[in-house]
């Protein structure tokens, strides 16, 4: 039997392969959606990614035969373990070809990694972090992913259950159709919340960009700050992700609850450019923006990245609001679905805002853990 050599990527040639393994995983899959290498590359960029400065991270490619048969990350996320007062290590980027023997040596690589540090227990997928593309999917896989969401071949599941990791927790996708979300009593109740709390309700300001993501920043750690497994982000962490966001930004689907003046919430929808991308089979940025340009006005479908409010202002109801003016405004300009995703099955609030919408749930996707 051939060895399986795993080996941390140590070149612009290893850091490549890297990059480009999922092609060869998933070239028959109808519902992979091919990332832009451009992003790829940046998300494992320690030198210029922001979550790398308070990260420790080491990239791994698993070959038998001289060929790529895996890959996977290993991450010690030191702001996490601040946080929640833990002391685990994470995987990431995990990609295999059916075979447990090599899903295995890329996750003992991973715990070699990790034992310097003396990690109590290991979780994932984070691809790096609770703030990026999370978790494995377990349920929806006939489904094309939104923007920013994680896809996986059904197998993933078993290789990573065999090894060992036990479900610590699942993310819910709820799909949203604009020809079910609405109703009488949701519209009372979002006339209620209006009068009674006085809250307004506004769509986000470009030509004030920069104060408007400070606003939101300050909304962002506060609301979600209580959440199994959140991580605030940096200032540094944060703008980047505005600047990346910018350019497919639609101003009236970023909605900013205020009570006045102070920010107490705020929703952020993006267009799903998933159903452009998608055609961009080789994931190079040129032909991914043609795509996107040609593309536009097929796209039917949003995501809900981020909806919350801060913890003082929850009795309020200003989460449905929030919700409910998406729906509102996302009709509006012609987009038919809608995913808010994802929301901690145990998120009792937030589901139940979303069911309010009479949203259904999708596609699942599971958090890992395995005690060391």
């Known amino acids: 039997m051939s060895t399986i050599m795993v080996r941390p990527i140590a070149t612009r040639q290893d850091e490549l392969a890297f990059i480009r393994f999922p092609w060869s995983i998933y070239r028959n899959s109808p519902a992979w959606v091919p990332p832009l290498l451009m992003d790829r ?55 295999s070809v059916h075979d447990q023997q090599v899903a295995n040596a890329l996750f003992d690589e991973v715990r070699k990694f990790l034992a310097r540090f003396n990690v109590t227990a290991l979780r994932g997928p984070a691809n790096p972090s609770v703030n990026d593309e999370y978790g494995l999917l ?43 979300v609405y109703s009488e009593r949701l519209e009372r109740a979002v006339s209620i919340v209006k009068q009674r709390y006085n809250i307004e309700f ?44 910018k350019a497919v930004v639609v101003p009236d689907l970023v909605i900013i609850a205020e009570y006045k003046g102070k920010p107490i919430g705020f929703g952020l929808t993006i267009p799903d450019i998933n159903m452009a991308l998608r055609y961009n089979k080789r994931g190079y940025l040129v032909p991914g923006i043609w795509h996107l340009l040609t593309k536009k006005k097929k796209i039917n479908a949003c995501r ?20 409910y003016e998406t729906a509102r405004r996302a009709k509006r300009l012609g987009y ?31 958090i890992y853990q395995m005690e060391l």
């Open 41 to 95: 590359k940046k998300l494992i960029d320690r030198k210029k990614n922001p979550f790398y400065k308070h990260a420790e991270a080491e990239f791994f490619l698993a070959e038998r035969d001289g060929e790529v048969v895996g890959r996977i990350g290993a991450i010690l996320n030191h702001n996490h373990n601040k946080e929640h007062h833990e002391n685990i290590g994470f995987f990431g980027f995990f990609e």
């Open 336 to 366: 038919h679905f809608g995913e808010a995703s994802w929301i901690l099955e145990d998120n009792l609030q937030m589901n139940r805002a979303a069911e309010a919408m009479r949203g259904k749930i999708t596609k699942r996707y599971r």
């Open 138 to 180: 377990v349920d929806g896989f006939d489904v094309t992913p939104m923007l920013l969401m994680p896809y996986n071949p059904p197998y993933y599941a078993a290789l990573i259950e065999s090894y060992g990791f036990r479900k610590v927790k699942d993310l819910y996708a709820y799909l949203l159709n604009q020809d079910e």
């Open 202 to 245: 506004r769509s986000l300001n470009m030509k004030k960009f920069h104060e408007e993501v400070e606003r939101i920043k300050v909304v962002y750690n506060a609301a979600w700050q209580h959440n199994w497994g959140e991580v605030p982000m940096t200032d540094e962490e944060m703008d980047a992700l505005a600047a990346d966001l």
């Open 304 to 323: 809900i990245i981020a909806l919350g409010v801060v913890p003082e202002y929850l009795h309020t109801g200003a989460a449905n609001v929030l919700f």
